[in-house]
């Protein structure tokens, strides 16, 4: 579902990705309408740099975060799989496992994305 960002969303996309200085998708052209695809494909430079970005999100931001997915707001579809594991896994640990195990079962029904 497209959208566009609301402030909250780009405060976040700013916390994960500091250096994101144009909202605007450089393959594509056009503004970025979620949040993780771009930190995923964009920003961050390995597995461990995504965690550790996701790392600087309070409980309330990682709840907004999984509260949006699970809503079919937030696209999970150009996620790498890796990263959606480390998401799933960082909710289960810091949030809730249900959470977790949610967001990582919504990624999987979308056919692990299409990255």
Same mark, same amino acid.
């Given at each position: 579902?497209?959208?566009? &960002? +609301? #402030?909250?969303? &780009?405060? @976040?996309?700013?916390? =994960?990705?500091? $250096? !994101?200085?144009?909202?605007?998708?450089?393959? +594509?052209g056009f503004h970025?309408?979620? @949040? /993780?695809?771009?930190? +995923?494909?964009?920003?961050?430079?390995?597995?461990? #740099?995504?965690?550790?970005? /996701?790392?600087?999100?309070? =409980?309330?931001? /990682? *709840?907004?975060?999984?509260?949006? @997915? &699970?809503?079919?707001? $937030? +696209?999970? !579809?150009?996620?790498?799989?890796?990263?959606?594991? @480390?998401?799933? *896994? =960082? =909710?289960?640990?810091?949030?809730?496992e249900d959470l977790?195990?949610?967001?990582?079962?919504?990624?999987?029904?979308?056919?692990?994305?299409?990255?």
């Amino acid at each position: 579902m497209a959208r566009t &960002l +609301s #402030d909250k969303d &780009l405060s @976040i996309l700013k916390k =994960l990705a500091p $250096e !994101c200085a144009d909202t605007t998708c450089s393959g +594509s052209g056009f503004h970025y309408q979620s @949040i /993780l695809p771009p930190v +995923s494909n964009h920003y961050a430079l390995d597995d461990d #740099d995504f965690e550790e970005r /996701l790392k600087r999100l309070d =409980l309330f931001e /990682l *709840r907004y975060l999984a509260e949006v @997915i &699970l809503d079919g707001s $937030e +696209s999970l !579809c150009c996620v790498q799989p890796e990263h959606a594991e @480390i998401l799933a *896994r =960082l =909710l289960s640990e810091r949030v809730s496992e249900d959470l977790g195990k949610r967001v990582m079962a919504f990624y999987t029904a979308a056919g692990e994305g299409s990255y």
